[in-house]
Protein backbone atom coordinates (compact mmCIF):
# COMPACT_ATOMS: atom_id res chain seq x y z
CA UNK A 1 0.00 0.00 0.00
CA UNK A 2 1.28 3.32 -0.56
CA UNK A 3 2.42 5.54 2.62
CA UNK A 4 1.34 9.12 0.86
CA UNK A 5 -0.60 9.50 -2.76
CA UNK A 6 -0.92 13.09 -4.26
CA UNK A 7 -3.52 13.37 -6.64
CA UNK A 8 -3.66 16.77 -8.81
CA UNK A 9 -2.17 18.79 -6.11
CA UNK A 10 -2.61 22.65 -7.31
CA UNK A 11 -1.46 25.03 -4.50
CA UNK A 12 -1.47 28.50 -4.70
CA UNK A 13 -0.14 31.79 -2.54
CA UNK A 14 -2.40 35.16 -2.70
CA UNK A 15 -5.34 36.08 -4.64
CA UNK A 16 -6.60 37.22 -7.71
CA UNK A 17 -3.58 39.65 -9.53
CA UNK A 18 -1.23 38.61 -6.82
CA UNK A 19 -1.92 34.82 -7.12
CA UNK A 20 1.17 32.76 -7.63
CA UNK A 21 0.42 29.13 -9.12
CA UNK A 22 3.18 27.45 -6.88
CA UNK A 23 2.06 24.04 -7.72
CA UNK A 24 0.36 22.56 -10.54
CA UNK A 25 -1.72 19.16 -11.06
CA UNK A 26 1.63 17.67 -8.99
CA UNK A 27 0.41 13.58 -8.90
CA UNK A 28 2.96 10.84 -7.16
CA UNK A 29 2.51 7.75 -4.61
CA UNK A 30 5.13 7.01 -2.03
CA UNK A 31 5.10 3.52 -1.14
CA UNK A 32 5.41 2.53 2.43
CA UNK A 33 9.32 2.21 3.44
CA UNK A 34 9.93 4.27 0.07
CA UNK A 35 12.83 7.80 0.01
CA UNK A 36 10.97 9.69 -2.97
CA UNK A 37 12.90 12.65 -3.70
CA UNK A 38 11.59 16.07 -4.81
CA UNK A 39 14.43 17.99 -7.45
CA UNK A 40 14.10 21.24 -9.45
CA UNK A 41 15.21 24.55 -9.68
CA UNK A 42 14.51 27.27 -7.20
CA UNK A 43 11.02 28.30 -6.91
CA UNK A 44 9.94 25.15 -9.01
CA UNK A 45 7.08 24.61 -5.98
CA UNK A 46 9.46 21.68 -4.17
CA UNK A 47 8.68 23.18 -0.41
CA UNK A 48 5.31 24.12 -1.31
CA UNK A 49 4.44 20.66 -2.17
CA UNK A 50 5.68 19.49 1.94
CA UNK A 51 4.44 22.34 3.34
CA UNK A 52 0.54 21.67 1.17
CA UNK A 53 1.21 18.47 2.60
CA UNK A 54 1.99 18.88 6.17
CA UNK A 55 -1.09 21.59 6.46
CA UNK A 56 0.96 24.70 6.38
CA UNK A 57 0.24 26.07 2.85
CA UNK A 58 -3.70 26.36 3.68
CA UNK A 59 -4.57 26.62 -0.41
CA UNK A 60 -4.68 23.97 -2.02
CA UNK A 61 -7.06 21.79 -3.53
CA UNK A 62 -6.65 18.07 -5.32
CA UNK A 63 -6.12 14.68 -3.38
CA UNK A 64 -3.45 14.34 -1.00
CA UNK A 65 -4.01 10.43 0.69
CA UNK A 66 -2.15 9.31 4.20
CA UNK A 67 -2.50 5.19 4.19
CA UNK A 68 -5.26 5.73 1.87
CA UNK A 69 -7.50 8.06 3.87
CA UNK A 70 -8.08 11.73 1.90
CA UNK A 71 -6.51 14.47 3.96
CA UNK A 72 -8.58 17.08 4.88
CA UNK A 73 -8.14 20.89 5.21
CA UNK A 74 -7.52 20.52 9.23
CA UNK A 75 -5.31 18.07 10.49
CA UNK A 76 -5.96 16.45 13.28
CA UNK A 77 -3.80 15.82 15.64
CA UNK A 78 -3.38 12.36 14.95
CA UNK A 79 -1.94 13.39 11.99
CA UNK A 80 1.40 14.80 13.21
CA UNK A 81 1.77 11.42 14.73
CA UNK A 82 2.01 10.04 11.56
CA UNK A 83 4.14 12.69 9.58
CA UNK A 84 6.73 15.17 10.73
CA UNK A 85 8.72 17.73 8.91
CA UNK A 86 12.34 18.80 9.08
CA UNK A 87 13.47 22.22 7.73
CA UNK A 88 16.46 23.67 6.26
CA UNK A 89 17.43 25.97 8.42
CA UNK A 90 17.93 24.59 11.74
CA UNK A 91 18.69 27.82 13.12
CA UNK A 92 15.61 29.40 12.43
CA UNK A 93 13.54 26.24 13.48
CA UNK A 94 14.92 25.93 17.20
CA UNK A 95 13.43 28.47 19.85
CA UNK A 96 16.66 30.45 20.98
CA UNK A 97 15.27 30.24 24.73
CA UNK A 98 14.23 26.71 24.90
CA UNK A 99 16.87 23.90 25.80
CA UNK A 100 17.09 20.64 24.01
CA UNK A 101 15.69 19.41 27.18
CA UNK A 102 12.63 21.58 26.73
CA UNK A 103 12.29 21.40 22.88
CA UNK A 104 12.10 17.43 23.55
CA UNK A 105 9.92 17.34 26.76
CA UNK A 106 7.30 19.73 24.95
CA UNK A 107 7.14 17.63 21.99
CA UNK A 108 6.68 14.34 23.73
CA UNK A 109 4.65 16.12 26.56
CA UNK A 110 2.19 17.53 23.24
CA UNK A 111 1.96 14.08 21.74
CA UNK A 112 0.66 12.09 25.19
CA UNK A 113 3.65 10.47 26.59
CA UNK A 114 4.41 9.59 30.37
CA UNK A 115 7.90 8.58 30.44
CA UNK A 116 9.48 11.56 29.10
CA UNK A 117 13.06 11.30 31.05
CA UNK A 118 13.26 8.15 29.24
CA UNK A 119 13.03 9.33 26.23
CA UNK A 120 14.70 12.16 26.23
CA UNK A 121 17.47 10.19 26.98
CA UNK A 122 16.75 7.97 24.13
CA UNK A 123 16.00 9.93 21.40
CA UNK A 124 19.07 12.24 22.19
CA UNK A 125 21.46 8.89 21.82
CA UNK A 126 19.49 7.73 18.50
CA UNK A 127 20.32 10.95 17.11
CA UNK A 128 24.15 10.89 18.11
CA UNK A 129 24.33 13.34 20.25
CA UNK A 130 23.76 11.60 23.70
CA UNK A 131 23.49 13.28 27.44
CA UNK A 132 25.69 15.73 27.19
CA UNK A 133 23.59 17.99 24.98
CA UNK A 134 20.48 17.70 27.08
CA UNK A 135 20.61 21.23 29.02
CA UNK A 136 22.58 23.19 26.37
CA UNK A 137 20.41 25.68 24.49
CA UNK A 138 20.83 26.46 20.45
CA UNK A 139 23.24 28.84 20.85
CA UNK A 140 25.67 26.52 22.71
CA UNK A 141 25.06 23.92 19.37
CA UNK A 142 26.77 23.56 15.59
CA UNK A 143 24.57 23.80 12.89
CA UNK A 144 25.12 19.71 12.70
CA UNK A 145 23.92 19.38 16.23
CA UNK A 146 20.77 21.87 16.05
CA UNK A 147 20.07 19.85 12.75
CA UNK A 148 20.43 16.39 15.07
CA UNK A 149 17.93 17.76 17.68
CA UNK A 150 15.15 19.07 14.93
CA UNK A 151 15.41 15.37 13.73
CA UNK A 152 15.19 14.69 17.32
CA UNK A 153 11.83 16.36 17.58
CA UNK A 154 10.43 15.06 14.40
CA UNK A 155 10.95 11.54 16.06
CA UNK A 156 9.71 12.47 19.06
CA UNK A 157 5.71 11.23 18.47
CA UNK A 158 7.41 7.62 16.56
CA UNK A 159 6.35 9.30 13.03
CA UNK A 160 5.93 6.95 10.16
CA UNK A 161 6.41 9.41 7.13
CA UNK A 162 9.63 12.58 7.28
CA UNK A 163 8.92 15.49 5.05
CA UNK A 164 12.68 16.04 4.69
CA UNK A 165 13.21 19.92 3.15
CA UNK A 166 16.36 20.30 1.94
CA UNK A 167 17.73 19.13 5.80
CA UNK A 168 21.64 19.18 4.81
CA UNK A 169 21.94 22.30 3.10
CA UNK A 170 22.14 25.05 5.50
CA UNK A 171 25.00 22.90 6.65
CA UNK A 172 29.15 22.84 6.17
CA UNK A 173 29.84 20.43 3.62
CA UNK A 174 32.23 18.54 6.30
CA UNK A 175 28.79 17.73 8.31
CA UNK A 176 26.20 17.33 5.57
CA UNK A 177 27.43 13.27 5.22
CA UNK A 178 26.91 12.52 8.37
CA UNK A 179 23.38 14.08 8.60
CA UNK A 180 22.35 12.40 5.50
CA UNK A 181 23.96 9.32 6.80
CA UNK A 182 22.23 9.66 10.02
CA UNK A 183 18.94 10.07 8.08
CA UNK A 184 19.49 7.15 5.91
CA UNK A 185 20.03 4.92 9.29
CA UNK A 186 17.40 6.08 10.75
CA UNK A 187 14.96 5.18 7.84
CA UNK A 188 16.11 1.67 7.83
CA UNK A 189 16.16 0.97 11.60
CA UNK A 190 12.30 2.56 12.03
CA UNK A 191 10.92 1.86 8.62
CA UNK A 192 10.41 5.34 7.94
CA UNK A 193 9.11 6.85 4.48
CA UNK A 194 10.72 9.64 3.57
CA UNK A 195 9.74 12.91 0.85
CA UNK A 196 12.69 14.77 0.50
CA UNK A 197 13.47 17.97 -1.10
CA UNK A 198 16.80 19.20 -2.66
CA UNK A 199 18.62 20.80 -5.41
CA UNK A 200 21.45 18.85 -4.78
CA UNK A 201 21.30 15.77 -7.52
CA UNK A 202 23.48 13.90 -5.74
CA UNK A 203 22.22 13.89 -2.84
CA UNK A 204 18.79 12.52 -3.86
CA UNK A 205 21.21 9.67 -5.71
CA UNK A 206 22.13 8.56 -2.21
CA UNK A 207 19.13 8.79 -0.06
CA UNK A 208 16.01 8.15 -2.24
CA UNK A 209 14.49 5.33 -4.49
CA UNK A 210 12.62 7.42 -6.66
CA UNK A 211 12.70 11.58 -7.91
CA UNK A 212 10.04 13.60 -8.99
CA UNK A 213 11.77 16.49 -11.60
CA UNK A 214 9.83 20.16 -11.17
CA UNK A 215 9.86 23.15 -13.02
CA UNK A 216 7.43 26.02 -12.91
CA UNK A 217 5.17 24.36 -10.54
CA UNK A 218 4.49 20.94 -12.33
CA UNK A 219 6.41 17.71 -12.19
CA UNK A 220 7.40 17.15 -15.38
CA UNK A 221 8.99 13.85 -14.60
CA UNK A 222 9.43 10.79 -12.49
CA UNK A 223 12.10 8.48 -12.26
CA UNK A 224 14.09 5.90 -10.57
CA UNK A 225 16.89 6.34 -9.05
CA UNK A 226 19.25 3.88 -11.13
CA UNK A 227 17.85 6.15 -14.12
CA UNK A 228 19.57 9.02 -12.44
CA UNK A 229 22.75 7.20 -11.81
CA UNK A 230 22.80 6.42 -15.53
CA UNK A 231 21.77 9.85 -16.69
CA UNK A 232 18.52 8.32 -18.61
CA UNK A 233 16.29 11.34 -17.96
CA UNK A 234 13.84 11.07 -21.19
CA UNK A 235 12.42 14.79 -20.44
CA UNK A 236 14.67 17.30 -21.79
CA UNK A 237 14.30 19.61 -18.73
CA UNK A 238 15.61 16.33 -16.54
CA UNK A 239 18.87 15.56 -18.93
CA UNK A 240 19.24 19.78 -19.00
CA UNK A 241 19.54 19.17 -15.02
CA UNK A 242 21.22 15.86 -15.35
CA UNK A 243 23.80 17.67 -17.35
CA UNK A 244 24.41 20.92 -15.22
CA UNK A 245 24.76 19.04 -12.23
CA UNK A 246 27.57 16.97 -13.81
CA UNK A 247 29.34 20.08 -14.39
N1 LIG B 1 4.39 32.23 1.38
C1 LIG B 1 4.47 32.49 0.07
N2 LIG B 1 3.83 33.55 -0.47
C2 LIG B 1 3.87 33.81 -1.79
N3 LIG B 1 4.55 33.06 -2.69
C3 LIG B 1 5.21 32.00 -2.21
C4 LIG B 1 5.21 31.65 -0.81
N4 LIG B 1 5.97 30.53 -0.66
C5 LIG B 1 6.42 30.20 -1.89
N5 LIG B 1 5.97 31.06 -2.81
C6 LIG B 1 6.23 31.02 -4.26
O1 LIG B 1 5.87 29.74 -4.72
C7 LIG B 1 6.79 29.28 -5.71
C8 LIG B 1 7.39 27.95 -5.29
O2 LIG B 1 8.22 28.15 -4.13
P1 LIG B 1 8.95 26.95 -3.39
O3 LIG B 1 9.63 27.53 -2.18
O4 LIG B 1 8.02 25.84 -3.20
O5 LIG B 1 10.04 26.52 -4.43
P2 LIG B 1 11.25 25.53 -4.25
O6 LIG B 1 11.29 24.70 -5.48
O7 LIG B 1 11.14 24.82 -2.95
O8 LIG B 1 12.46 26.53 -4.26
P3 LIG B 1 13.68 26.69 -3.24
O9 LIG B 1 14.61 25.58 -3.56
O10 LIG B 1 14.23 28.04 -3.59
O11 LIG B 1 13.08 26.64 -1.86
C9 LIG B 1 7.81 30.41 -5.88
O12 LIG B 1 7.39 31.19 -6.97
C10 LIG B 1 7.70 31.17 -4.59
O13 LIG B 1 8.05 32.51 -4.77
Known amino acids: MNKLSVNGLNV ?77 DPYASLHPRHSVDQVLGETLHLHGFRDIDARVVKLLDDVGLGQKFRFRYPHQLSGGQRQRVAIARALAPEPELLLLDEPTSALDVSVQAEILNLLADL ?61
Request: hydrophobic letters at 40%; proline letters at 2%; glycine letters at 10%.
Open 12 to 88: WFGKQRDRVNAVKGATFDVAQGESFGLVGESGSGKSTILRAITGLAPNWSGKVELDGRAIGKVRPKSFFKTVQMVFQ
Open 187 to 247: RRDRDLTYVMVSHDLSVVGHMCDRLAVMKDGHIVEILDVDALRSMKASHPYSKQLLEASLG
